[in-house]
């Protein structure tokens, strides 16, 4: 079969001003996934930076896999990038979407391309148009699923034509009287956010409702808000693989917050899988959240691989945000599957994640480290550490404050062929995540201690209280 892999970029890309590093290279993971597939014909099609498919450098040129055909996608409307991907004459067609700033809208696009070429009769793995809505917008994710029993924070929604609405003949603006009164009935604190915005840019928290209004009737307010209230919890994420009903919930990761107590997601660190053994399975409810997160991949038709964005409190799950592409987790997760994400997708399209399948036999524990820009000297002599799995690096060329320069992100493992665990890289006996996790505490203290010039003081303290978290 000839098999496109797929995404799209809305996003005009100066080739000069990004650059993207990944360890092992797309290009050794893509080689190694076609080997065990080499009954199959592969095709990259994307737009660049293509993330999670090319490893696009400052001149937009990327090493290519052998044997893998690839088409630089030119069309900017569904429709003509639709025919350029039927002109491959795909047997299927698998959607790899990522993500962009300011709006975390490509899935929406790759969803009305893979309608497109189900009108031509092309099988096709890509969520269906309708979820891909309603989880970009998270005002329309709130309305879909609380009605169905899903438990998500209390919020109001703020529409801001209406909010700041005049006319000679009005003399009081009853909808943002209406909206101020059920904002005063929230508990503070609480998050403001923009409906449509990408992860966390752009939010704010609020300790009071004269704090909320200040910034609502603010130049700050030029969009669509949610008002939410913060859920002082334990900040989670987690992905879902599958289709047609054969789902894998995958267990959670736990995440580190900044300052203000959300994720951010330049500066996060992120541990687990958390709750492969029963002491944290029990702890978090595990079982609870995997039946909630089925449920929830049933409701939304889900096509693929979803990421959840989740809060634990008081042993009550949240669901905060949907995010129907691949993300910041996903290498994670292919590390811990010992898998690459083009496995996850064909995988979903070969209809073979069916829970409970899909985990590892013993468990196995990592933590995704966030670094700053980093030379190609340094990141080589990380990949050289037995225990880095992984390796990304997002370089902004382009820009002009440095908070947005970019960043490095590296997973570290914390299992070991000693004490249990097994040659595969799993532990062969229950009870030793808090063995895994002193394995990944000191691994970070070698690389603190090797690589001081590296080490941000507040990520590395962040990382030592994510264990503390689990323990």
Known sequence: MRIVFYSTNSNSFDAGSMRLTSF???????????AEHREHQFIIATQLPGMFLLDCDETGNFPKADGVEYHIIQSENAEEAAREILELRPDIAICASFWTSPYDWLTIHDSQIADLLREKNIRVLCHPLEASIDSFDKHLTHRHLEPLGFCMPRYVHVQHELFFKTRKDIKSNVYRDTVMHQIRRLNFPCVIKDTVGLSSYGMDVVQTYEEAE???????NNGDRLVEEFIDGIQFGTEIYGKNGHYTVQPPLVYSVNKYGITSPKQSIKLGPIGQDEKNAAQFNISELKETLFRLAEQMKFEGTVQVDL????????IIELNPRLSGSSEMYSAYLGRTVYDTLFDCAEDKWCSPSGSPKAPCLYMNYKFPLLTDVQIKALSELPYVVFIRQVQNLAAKQERETGYCEVVLSGNTKSGGVSESGGVSQSGCMDKMLGTINARLDEIASRFPEIIEPIFFERAKKLIDVVR
């Open 24 to 34: 092992p290279p797309n290009k050794t993971r893509l080689e190694s996934f076609i």
């Open 214 to 220: 200040k910034i609502l009737f603010s130049k700050r």
């Open 311 to 318: 809060v634990f409190k008081e042993g009550k799950w949240y």
